[in-house]
């Protein structure tokens, strides 16, 4: 009788941790959604104590670290869950951001590319491809840049801002037909895409296409960029 009172006692004390585990987690991910961020990580913290195995709260306490600034501590968590969890691509994803901002972009683009091995297409891959297509361009490495986003508009031919990277960067190689082409497919997808008529007007000038490119332009500052109004009193304002 008195083991079954012991292990009665223990079955009771794990449903409780459990109970008291799944309450936290609800608790953190409703206040990771006010961007209650310090009240999410405390009840986030509670979870990985009682359930150290629990690897979406080792993922939402490195988000919860990373909103507050604290990269080291939120690459910690994210070391943690990918050592569970290998092949998670949101973990992936979130630690080349993290190594990203500490200046390792070897070490993120090594977390990125395991993300496009793990899945040939869908939207973690869609993401790893702009990330690293947006990496190249500051790196100025255009070729791996061009590279990057051509298998990107491959997989997500509907996504107008793929379009409109690739047409940046194309802009940049002063391949200007194949640029303006994919520019005005992003417009016309996404008519609110204040940066591809800015880069619009860049090449349009280029092409002594003035109206098009003051055009170009006004749509940029409507849309909200105020970025373009030197290049408007530069060569619209006359």
Same mark, same amino acid.
């Given at each position: 009788?008195?083991?079954?009172?012991?292990?009665? /006692?223990?079955? =009771? /004390?794990?449903?409780?941790?459990?109970?008291?585990? +799944?309450?936290?987690?609800?608790? !953190?991910?409703?206040?990771? &959604?006010?961007? +209650?961020?310090?009240?999410?990580?405390?009840?986030?913290?509670?979870?990985?104590?009682?359930?150290?195995?629990?690897?979406?709260?080792?993922?939402?306490?490195?988000?919860?670290?990373?909103?507050? !600034?604290?990269?080291?501590?939120?690459?910690?968590?994210? +070391?943690?869950?990918?050592?569970?969890?290998?092949?998670?691509?949101?973990? *992936?994803?979130?630690?080349?951001?993290?190594? #990203?901002?500490?200046?390792? $972009?070897? @070490?993120? &683009?090594?977390?990125?590319?395991?993300? =496009?091995?793990?899945?040939?297409?869908?939207?973690?891959?869609?993401?790893?491809?702009?990330?690293?297509?947006?990496?190249?361009?500051?790196?100025?490495?255009?070729?791996?840049?061009?590279?990057?986003?051509?298998?990107? @508009?491959?997989?997500? /031919?509907?996504?107008?801002?793929?379009?409109?990277? #690739?047409? =940046?960067?194309? /802009?940049?190689?002063?391949?200007?037909?194949?640029? =303006?082409?994919?520019?005005?497919?992003?417009?016309?997808?996404?008519?609110?895409?204040?940066?591809?008529?800015?880069? *619009?007007?860049?090449?349009?000038?280029?092409?002594?296409?003035?109206? +098009? !490119?003051?055009?170009?332009?006004?749509?940029?500052?409507?849309? !909200?960029? #105020? $970025?373009?109004?030197? *290049?408007?009193?530069?060569?619209?304002?006359?």
């Amino acid at each position: 009788m008195r083991t079954l009172s012991i292990l009665s /006692s223990l079955a =009771i /004390s794990f449903t409780l941790m459990a109970q008291s585990a +799944d309450e936290a987690m609800i608790a !953190g991910l409703t206040a990771l &959604k006010k961007e +209650d961020h310090k009240t999410a990580q405390t009840e986030f913290d509670k979870v990985v104590v009682e359930e150290p195995t629990n690897s979406k709260a080792w993922y939402y306490r490195a988000v919860t670290k990373l909103s507050q !600034g604290d990269n080291a501590g939120a690459l910690q968590d994210l +070391d943690q869950l990918l050592a569970m969890e290998p092949a998670d691509v949101h973990g *992936l994803i979130r630690r080349a951001e993290v190594n #990203r901002a500490m200046g390792k $972009s070897t @070490v993120a &683009k090594h977390d990125l590319y395991r993300v =496009i091995g793990l899945h040939p297409n869908g939207p973690a891959t869609e993401h790893a491809l702009f990330e690293l297509g947006r990496m190249a361009m500051e790196e100025n490495d255009l070729p791996a840049a061009l590279s990057h986003y051509d298998r990107l @508009v491959n997989i997500a /031919s509907y996504n107008a801002m793929a379009w409109c990277d #690739r047409g =940046i960067a194309l /802009s940049v190689v002063r391949d200007d037909d194949r640029a =303006i082409a994919d520019l005005e497919k992003a417009v016309e997808m996404d008519p609110t895409l204040d940066k591809a008529y800015a880069a *619009l007007a860049v090449i349009y000038f280029r092409q002594d296409r003035k109206q +098009d !490119g003051c055009y170009a332009l006004q749509q940029a500052h409507d849309l !909200g960029d #105020r $970025s373009v109004e030197e *290049l408007m009193m530069l060569h619209c304002d006359r």
